[in-house]
């Protein structure tokens, strides 16, 4: 008799509970578009977005789609960036049930890297030849050290 009640009750509790959760996911709204490059149009498939607002992050799919689930209504920032390519923000206003779509068009950025300087120091060491699959190397075996 007492298990009936507690789960009666637990029942209860669960129909409630998903009978508010429903309205909620009715009442958010999404964001989708394409991220593509703006010379060749051509999907970039490394390309991450976030909402500034929320930090929900999405990664594009092989097709240069993405889509944001689950927005409440409201109006967000959305930010990519992509390795190589200009990052960008865009605004987007999502409505309940409704999906905002967001295109997004990126520059080509040429970026270097530091300069790494590396010195190698070594010496011949007696001991049988280490060809390594080259002849030059057959001689005598070396060891280095990098600093």
Do not use: H
């Amino acid at each position: 008799m007492r298990l009936q009640i507690r789960v009666e009750r637990w029942l209860a509790a669960t129909a409630v509970l998903l009978g508010l959760a429903a309205p909620a996911a009715a009442q958010s709204g999404s964001i989708t578009g394409r991220v593509t490059d703006r010379a060749s149009t051509q999907p970039i498939q490394a390309a991450r977005l976030q909402i500034s607002q929320t930090g929900q992050v999405v990664n594009v799919r092989p097709d240069g789609r993405y889509t944001f689930t689950t927005v409440a209504p409201g109006t967000y920032d959305v930010r990519v960036i992509a390795v190589g390519y200009a990052a960008e923000k865009k605004t987007a206003t999502v409505a309940a049930g409704e999906t905002a779509t967001i295109d997004f068009a990126l520059d080509v950025v040429p970026f270097t890297l530091e300069e790494i300087i590396t010195t190698a120091t070594g010496s011949a060491t007696d001991g049988p030849p280490a060809c390594w699959g080259l002849p030059d190397f057959c001689e005598s075996s070396y060891s280095v050290s990098i600093t």
